[in-house]
């Protein structure tokens, strides 16, 4: 299969179902061979605009282009995208093989064409010996690639997937995360993902949009969204985050200091007009535990109120005078104390840990 | 599991009562069938196959026979895609108006057949139908339009709409999504449809009264015929042949059924 990724544009994207809103405005461009992840929990939207840009839900305002040509009004069978829906819709009374053929016997090509690329494909997911198997008699795992095969046999301009991997336990989910990445790697086709697990977001996509009540929240590369989440919602959405809130202090050039409560939280990167509110987000993980008499940017002291030991990771939850509960994660090895309910416990960040974000929540 | 027993006396009792009910009347005219008598009785002196070779020897009984059988072969066809494409068409559509349209597709087995018969009788007079093929055809083929309609429904009901989507989504055109799977989906739904509109016209008798005389004479019309006029042992012959090819029809139905199943 030849590397031919096409660029997708979303304008203004609107679908209303009555009074409610399902699609509120979303504008998005996929990049060619790039690997776009729709992430937002149920309801946000995320499949509708997977629907819409496969041509089976017509949208109420808005337009999708490919390669810049309006392709809004055309039917989903004149659209050329490969689609793996959730649950495969693999066709029950067909073999392995002839599901995968299928979109080559619709588009009219001859058995030998057909037979021979067939057989590629299912090379291509390491599913040459089940070619004959119906797909009940395939594990999920399996049945799975095969919708993978049959989406891509026919070089489509784009390859749509609804929730591909949510039907898998979690094991087979994390290596067929794996086998979906390095397969697009390998086709270097455009992917468009639909999901509601953060974690499968972050570790396939070259981008991820983030979407909730319709609406598109922020969108850029997994690790630009995890370190500088634009909203509350985002940072709480992908991954675990304490929120701090409180008035800016003082400002200057290389950050400014939040005054929250009692404490004086050092923030670094841009200044803020002094008395506004900000709020902050702080990942867990980029807390450390101080010893006696070591130092951080920020300290603060607390209480340890509880924990959980999570093998690799240390879970602690510790409460503190001035900023209320703080949830830190630490290396497991790195622990080296004995827990107890009440045991003193310094928490230390560095000016860079906490990025302001808007306070979008209810 | 929990909660069922096995059942006592009594419920035993009920149970092979009912059965010998509905069965005891069919299995009755085994022994008529197969009498050495020259009237319609219990066999006295031994069994005897003379009333079979009678029936399969006489050209108005096989003419019957063949006709009842081509016409539920047209009227079954007619069933079937009529049946077939109103059951696809509401699937897809699925408004409160096909809701309407259901219950239309029923009315021929709500209705009372006599009424259903009168009717027929007074439109078929003008249009030139009566006594003809392709009226009783058409007569028995309406009528079995329900049982496609309602079996191709219930096979629908269990229809994964995302293989439809997958179909359209990979580029099939809606013929071919159709043809290819749809249809196939659906075939034991059509299949028991078809079986059930066939027997309904293999023996139905109270609108062929009506609507046929001398050339379109079939087979429950030839029994009734014969019932009404002399009480010959040769009827309970055709009786067990008619019992004996619906019994293999409906087990023809059953074993596609546990194939699709299966």
């Not at chain 1, 009692?262 to 670094?268: D, L, N, S, Y």
């Not at chain 2, 030839?222 to 055709?238: F, K, S, Y």
Request: hydrophobic share 50%; net charge neutral; charged share 20%.
């Amino acid at each position: 299969m030849s590397a031919a990724g096409h660029a997708l544009a979303i304008r203004g994207l609107t679908k209303r179902y009555g009074d409610f809103t399902a699609v509120d405005d979303v504008s998005l461009e996929v990049g060619q061979g790039e690997f776009l992840t729709l992430l937002g929990p149920s309801g946000s939207g995320k499949t509708t605009i997977l629907m819409a840009v496969a041509g089976f839900v017509a949208p109420s305002a808005g337009s999708i282009l490919l390669d810049g040509r309006d392709i809004t009004p055309l039917p989903p069978e004149k659209r050329n995208f490969g689609m793996v829906f959730q649950g495969y819709a693999l066709f029950p009374h067909m073999s392995v093989a002839d599901n995968v053929a299928f979109p080559l016997r619709v588009r009219g090509l001859g058995r030998a064409d057909r037979d021979a690329k067939v057989r590629a494909a299912l090379d291509l997911v390491q599913l040459g010996q089940f070619a004959g198997r119906l797909p009940r008699q395939l594990s999920g795992g399996q049945q799975q690639r095969v919708a993978l095969a049959r989406a891509l046999v026919f070089d489509p301009s784009l390859l749509l997937l609804d929730e591909p991997l949510s039907a898998l336990d979690k094991k087979l989910r994390a290596e067929l995360q794996e086998e979906l990445k390095a397969l697009h790697r390998r086709v270097g086709r455009t992917f468009i993902n639909v999901t509601h697990d953060q974690d499968e977001a972050l570790s396939l996509s070259d981008r991820i949009a983030i979407l909730n009540h319709g609406k598109l929240i922020q969108s850029g590369a997994p690790g630009e969204l995890y370190e500088r989440p634009r909203t509350r919602f985002v940072a709480d959405f992908l991954g675990k985050s304490n929120f701090i809130e409180g008035s800016v202090a003082s400002s200057d050039a290389g950050g400014f200091v939040l005054a929250a409560g009692p404490e004086r939280i050092a923030v670094r990167g841009q200044g803020a007009p002094e008395g506004t509110r900000r709020l902050l987000s702080l990942r867990p993980e980029k807390i450390v535990l101080l010893g006696e008499g070591a130092g951080a940017d920020n300290v603060v002291e607390g209480r340890l109120l509880a924990w959980s030991y999570l093998g690799a990771d240390f879970a602690l939850r510790v409460a503190t005078p001035g900023l209320g509960e703080i949830r830190a994660v630490l290396p497991a090895w790195q622990a080296a104390f004995a827990p107890a309910e009440g045991l003193p416990i310094r928490l230390g960040w560095s000016a860079d840990a906490a990025v302001p974000v808007e306070d979008d929540a209810p | 599991m929990d909660g069922i027993h096995p059942p006592g006396p009594a419920a035993r009792g009920l149970a092979w009562a009912t059965a010998l009910y509905l069965l005891l009347p069919i299995l009755i005219i085994v022994p008529v069938a197969l009498t050495d008598q020259r009237y319609l009785s219990l066999p006295q002196d031994g069994i005897s196959f003379q009333h079979f070779r009678t029936v399969l020897a006489s050209p108005e009984w096989l003419g019957s026979i063949w006709q009842s059988f081509t016409i539920a072969v047209a009227a079954t066809i007619l069933s079937v895609v009529a049946g077939t494409l109103c059951a696809i068409g509401c699937w897809r559509i699925s408004r409160r108006a096909t809701e309407l349209v259901r219950v239309l597709m029923l009315l021929p087995l709500i209705i009372p057949s006599i009424v259903y018969a009168i009717g027929l009788y007074r439109y078929f007079g003008p249009l030139g139908l009566l006594d003809r093929f392709a009226g009783v055809v058409i007569a028995h083929g309406v009528t079995g339009i329900p049982y496609v309609v309602i079996t191709v429904s219930t096979a629908l009901a269990a229809f994964d709409p995302r293989l439809e989507q997958a179909a359209r989504g990979m580029g099939a055109s809606l013929s071919q999504t159709l043809r290819w799977v749809i249809l196939p989906r659906i075939a034991p739904g059509i299949f028991s449809g078809a079986i059930f509109a066939f027997i309904h016209s293999w023996d139905e008798l109270v609108m062929v009264l009506f609507i046929a005389s001398r050339d379109v004479f079939t087979l429950p019309r030839r029994i009734w015929d014969g019932i009404n006029e002399n009480l010959d042992p040769a009827m309970a012959a055709v009786a067990v042949l008619l019992v004996l090819f619906t019994t293999l029809l409906l087990m023809v139905d059953r074993a596609l059924r546990r194939r699709s199943e299966g």
